[in-house]
Each structure stands twice: as C-alpha cells, then as structure tokens.
C-alpha cells in the first residue's frame, strides 16, 4: 500500500534559518504530492502541490520538487518567520482512476517551531 | 470567498449520546471527505461520497455513519460516542477524486 515518511518533530529554528522538511514516499504509479500545513486548532491548508515527476510546487516562499528516482518531495523555504510555526503535513493521492485509496495518505506531520 | 465550513467548531457530547457534525461547501466539488484527527496524529479518513455515491473505509467504525442530501452539505453522525472518539474532525471537498483537498476548519468533540 501507499505511504509517506517525514521527518518526526519538533524542529526547531530561529527566525531566518534555512528549513528542510524531509518528505519520502512509496506507492504505486505517479501519485500526486502534496505539502499541508496545520495552525493550532485550525484545519489543513493546502501549501503546494505537485502533480509529475521534477515540477516545483511553490507557495509563501515554500518549494518542494517532486523527484520520482529519490520518492522525495522535500519542503523548503530559504528564511523562516515566527509566523511559519504550525504542523506540516506530506501528502499523497494515488493516480488514476482505477482500484486504490480515494482519500490522501498522510505522514505523521512535522512540528515546526520558529523562534525569533 | 468560496470556501469548506464546519459548525459547530466545538461540540461536547455526553458518553452514548449521539451527535451530529455537519459541513457545507460553497466550492461546488464533487467529492466530500470525513477524516477523524486524534491529537499530534495525521488525519484518518472516516468515509467519502462522490456526488452521492457512498464509500466506507475498511476500519471505520460501524458508530460511525454519513449523510449527503446535497451537494453542499455533508453529515457525520456518531450513534453512540464513546471517549475513544474524542478527537478533531475534518471535513474535505476536492472537484474529482485523487486531486488536492480542501479542508474545513475542524470540530473538535469532547465526550464525558
């Protein structure tokens, strides 16, 4: 079946540091990838998304490139804010139309705390 | 702003006493999705319907029931809540299967 490996949290960063979040999966076919962050209390907000192998997704300052020979599809966001400080979610929804999950397969979310 | 809501955002229930969660949608997607998010765990889907086309996940319990009359509205009712259920759930819409979802802001059930 499909899965999604993260990094486990919390990470820790102060205010304009380089972030990675390490995002792998395993499924079958070309899923598409999806990077979801999650403010205390709040609901899932989709961040970016990415379709096919080597597009960027991008959105506020995040990046994350679908890499079909490394399963990845990393975060990344070259200078971090307090603001940033919330729980990512790496996604993934199975391609096609056929047999399979309908709904997104989650890893277990990162917690990222930015201090200033 | 079209957009996923869902009320109450706070709802406590007694142990055994059902309850009703409700969602609505202004983005006029096809698909709607129920996800049960225990705390620092990643959400669990519940159940979906495709337009009015109902699918259960293998796991969900049989407590555990759904409702779409129309397209905009989706229901989760919990016959009889036990304190395992507390949790946040989630409500999604997406405009076809297997594309990016969008998420509600959650309820958060308490069960005494």
């Known amino acids: 079946g499909n899965s999604v490996t993260q990094m486990e949290g919390p990470v820790t960063l102060s205010e304009e540091a380089f972030l990675t979040i390490n995002c792998t999966y395993t499924a079958t076919g070309y899923p598409s990838l999806f990077w979801y962050v999650q403010y205390p209390g709040e609901g899932l907000q989709l961040l970016l998304k990415?379709?096919?192998?080597?597009d960027k997704g991008s959105n506020k300052g995040f990046e994350a490139t679908y890499r079909k020979e490394t399963t990845s599809f990393h975060l990344e966001k070259g200078s971090v804010q307090v603001s940033d400080s919330a729980v990512y979610f790496c996604?993934?929804?199975?391609?096609?139309?056929?047999?399979?999950?309908?709904?997104?397969?989650f890893g277990k979310g990162t917690h990222l705390i930015i201090q200033p | 702003d079209a957009m996923v809501i869902q009320n109450p955002r706070y709802q406590v229930t007694q142990f055994g006493k059902p309850v009703t969660l409700s969602c609505s949608q202004t983005l006029n997607h096809n698909v709607m999705y129920w996800y049960q998010q225990k705390s620092s765990q990643a959400p669990k889907l519940l159940f979906h319907y495709y337009d009015k086309d109902f699918n259960n996940e293998a796991d969900t319990p049989d407590n555990f029931q759904s409702r779409r009359p129309n397209t905009s509205f989706c229901f989760l009712d919990i016959r009889s809540p036990g304190l395992g259920d507390a949790a946040m759930y989630l409500c999604a819409t997406s405009r076809d299967r297997r594309v990016e979802q969008y998420f509600g802001p959650g309820t958060r059930l308490t069960v005494t």
């Open positions: 996604a993934l929804s199975e391609a096609g139309s056929g047999g399979g999950a309908d709904g997104l397969t």
């Open positions: 990415a379709t096919k192998a080597d």
